[in-house]
């Protein structure tokens, strides 16, 4: 009998025992729920701490490298010269001008030229009201007359590189930069008909560019968060023909886009906010600055 009462003892728990080891296991896996909380706590901050910076980096690198690349390449700089539309479709005087960056406040005026996201008769994914944008006039690439174009819609150049049917393209000399339309290509007498003739005499060695027209601006993406906000993103704005071009998402998430503009008076630094549209040169405006919140 007390051999049996022994092993009865090795074999089972008292009821003692039993509330111990419950409780003991009730600790532990409360310390595994706490510990797993606080450490997935800290992972979502962290990642999404992360996710804002990577994203900020991403924003300040695409608006560095948009800003940087401005202008075309044309032998007689082309910051002095008299600028035509010779494309034929009546493009708004943003398109021209002596300066390869533009800034102002949103919205732009109506055209038939650019997107209706970017105008003020926009009703639908329109731009943020109250941001800004910022406009760049620039090449594709270029090339160069090889004969004499003598007020001529035939176009004979070095190369027909990156050239398209409907396409912009800015002949430049020292006087005058005309913004032509290709109609026709001849690849093989790298010839190009334009739509009309430019109103100045061009030489071989005189540039030829290929002509694009980009805007970064903020714009509703058409979807909403959780909370039932609107989000918004940076999207670039592409024109290079006649149509009324493209616009591509960047970086999504960011809001609230503002530029301001440097002036120099007795070595003092003055900021001003953007009020109208303007053009930017280095010996008016030395510097920028930009802001988003994301």
Not at 286 to 294: K, Q
């Amino acid at each position: 009998m007390d051999a049996k009462r022994k092993i009865a003892k090795l074999e089972g728990l008292t009821l003692v025992e039993l509330l111990v080891s419950t409780a003991i296991a009730m600790i532990v896996f409360s310390m595994v729920i706490t510990i797993y909380y606080t450490v997935r706590t800290k992972y979502d901050y962290f990642k999404d701490k992360i996710s804002t910076e990577v994203k900020d980096l991403t924003v300040k690198r695409t608006l560095y490298d948009f800003i940087k690349n401005t202008g075309f390449a044309c032998k007689f700089g082309y910051t002095s010269q008299t600028y035509y539309d010779k494309t034929g479709d009546s493009l708004d005087s943003f398109f021209l001008g002596n300066s390869g960056l533009r800034v102002g406040p949103l919205p732009l005026p109506n055209s038939s030229n650019i997107k209706s996201s970017l105008g003020d008769g926009c009703t639908s994914n329109c731009y943020q009201a109250a941001t800004d944008y910022i406009m760049v006039r620039k090449e594709d690439s270029h090339t160069k007359l090889a004969d004499t174009n003598n007020l001529s819609t035939i176009l004979k150049l070095d190369s027909l590189n990156n050239l398209a049917v409907d396409g912009y393209i800015a002949l430049c000399n020292k006087s005058y930069v005309n913004l032509t339309k290709v109609v026709s290509i001849n690849s093989e007498t790298n010839t190009v008909e334009l739509a009309f003739a430019p109103n100045s005499i061009y030489y071989p060695g005189d540039y030829a560019g290929v002509y694009r027209l980009e805007i970064l601006y903020i714009k509703n993406t058409g979807n909403q968060d959780k909370d039932g906000n609107d989000i918004y993103s940076l999207y670039v704005y592409i024109k290079t023909n006649s149509s009324s071009g493209n616009t591509y998402e960047l970086v999504r998430g960011v809001k609230d886009l503002q530029v301001e503009y440097a002036t120099v008076n007795s070595g003092n630094i003055t900021w001003n906010s953007v009020s109208t549209h303007m053009d930017i040169t280095s010996s008016d405006y030395p510097a920028l600055r930009v802001s988003f919140t994301s």
